[in-house]
């Protein structure tokens, strides 16, 4: 088993930054890719970003694309999502993931790929 828990998330003005951390114990994450999702009132859950376990390949969403990056440190078992140049439409709970059965440059962009899911933190931008 695998307890993932988000931190990080909060109230921000339109333009702003925040860096999501995602901590997990039991298992060391550095076997998984882990990928951040997040949903938005009244929409569907969707892909925001992966790295994988080499943490070699990201893979970011379009509309997340040169303002937000992931990074991880496999020494603290701690992934990061650091979200520059917010838009109220970020708004959203953001979820973090861990896929284990992804290759080693997995970067996988489906929910149904993860096992593993955390609790989620808010993040509401303000325009």
């Known amino acids: 088993q695998v307890q993932l828990v988000e931190s990080g998330g909060g109230w921000v003005q339109a333009g702003g930054s925040l860096r999501l951390s995602c901590a997990a114990s039991?298992?060391?994450?550095?076997?998984?890719?882990m990928g951040w999702f997040r949903q938005a009132p009244g929409k569907e859950r969707e892909f925001v970003a992966a790295i994988a376990s080499s943490g070699g390949s990201t893979s970011l969403a379009s509309s997340v694309k040169g303002r937000f990056s992931i990074t991880r440190d496999n020494a603290k078992n701690t992934v990061y999502l650091q979200m520059n140049s917010l838009k109220p439409e970020d708004t959203a709970v953001y979820y973090c993931?861990?896929?284990?059965?992804?290759?080693?440059?997995?970067?996988?962009?489906?929910?149904?790929?993860?096992?593993?899911w955390g609790q989620g933190t808010q993040v509401t931008v303000s325009s």
């Open positions: 039991g298992r060391t994450l550095s076997r998984y890719a």
């Open positions: 993931a861990a896929d284990v059965y992804g290759s080693s440059w997995s970067t996988r962009r489906g929910e149904l790929d993860y096992d593993y």
